[in-house]
């Protein structure tokens, strides 16, 4: 059994794991504000509407890009994340800076390539905003992987960056496997086999020998959760969260916030990677409260 390799097929399953990340990333958010902290400790949801942040407006390109591409088309992310960059969603000041020039009509490759002192970005927006990549490609996770590293380019050009972006990316190919998702180890695995050595590959390592721990607190400790914003101090912790709690949406959500750091983007991945499986998806009354996708993602082709 294969995964539906029809573009409506590849849309449907981009598209859920697109909202399982708003989901993540907005209700992530929440809890940055501190009258919410003692709701994180009691596992209550805060009240209101719940915005989302960049890990959302950029994922929301990705799966707009696939969808009039059927690829990842640099030039067109580029510009799709320079059309509809909304400053107040949270963006890093090295990205604001990027995308007003590329706005301005200023090459991506130049300017991504320049920041840092010629680095180029080893934070972990690449990672953040790919997991509907890897739901696509869930018929090709090798597939999956390589177009998640051209797609990191356009902003993030640090071998770390573009690592974190093809592993998020291979987990929600892999969890999106047709006859189910494989074991918490095996997903593991398959990720670590699918991208190059690397400090995040490293650190996928060890999140694989943690498996056992029950406590993300303690596992976060070891691997980081975001607080540094670099993709080797998010992502294996977020694809460990994502692993251990395959199917079980909630529980992966409150596992991987008490756990604290960046956390809606930590929670944007773990949530992009669990919806991208048929039993992964989030609460509905948890969905009813997340502001609407933009209406320029496409919802058929």
Not at 159 to 188: F, H, I, Q, T
Request: net charge negative; glycine share 10%.
């Amino acid at each position: 059994m294969t995964a539906d390799s029809s573009s409506s097929g590849r849309l449907e399953r981009a598209l859920a794991s697109l909202r399982g990340l708003a989901v993540g990333d907005a209700l992530g958010s929440q809890f940055f504000v501190p009258a919410h902290y003692p709701l994180l400790k009691r596992r209550e949801l805060p009240p209101g509407r719940w915005q989302w942040t960049d890990d959302t407006e950029m994922a929301c390109s990705v799966v707009a890009v696939l969808g009039a591409h059927r690829r990842i088309d640099q030039d067109a992310l580029a510009r799709s994340f320079a059309e509809h960059h909304d400053f107040d969603r949270g963006y890093g000041p090295a990205v604001n800076r990027l995308l007003r020039l590329v706005r301005e009509g200023g090459d991506w490759r130049e300017l991504a390539a320049g920041l840092f002192d010629g680095r180029g970005s080893w934070g972990n927006g690449a990672a953040m905003r790919i997991a509907p990549l890897g739901a696509w490609y869930a018929d090709d996770p090798e597939q999956a992987t390589h177009q998640a590293e051209i797609s990191a380019y356009p902003t993030h050009q640090h071998r770390e960056a573009v690592v974190g972006a093809m592993a998020v990316a291979a987990a929600a190919a892999l969890a999106g496997a047709p006859d189910g998702p494989p074991s918490p180890e095996a997903l593991l695995d398959g990720v670590v086999a699918l991208v190059p050595k690397s400090a995040v590959g490293q650190g996928l390592r060890r999140a694989r020998d943690m498996l056992d721990y029950a406590d993300a607190g303690t596992v976060a400790a070891v691997l980081g959760c975001g607080r540094r914003t670099s993709a080797h101090d998010t992502v294996p912790f977020a694809l460990w969260s994502a692993a251990r709690c395959l199917g079980d949406y909630e529980t992966a959500f409150w596992a991987t916030a008490q756990a604290g750091g960046d956390v809606d983007t930590t929670c944007a991945i773990v949530g992009g990677v669990l919806a991208s499986t048929k039993a992964g998806t989030p609460p509905a009354a948890w969905a009813e409260r997340v502001e609407a996708l933009p209406d320029w993602v496409p919802t058929e082709l």
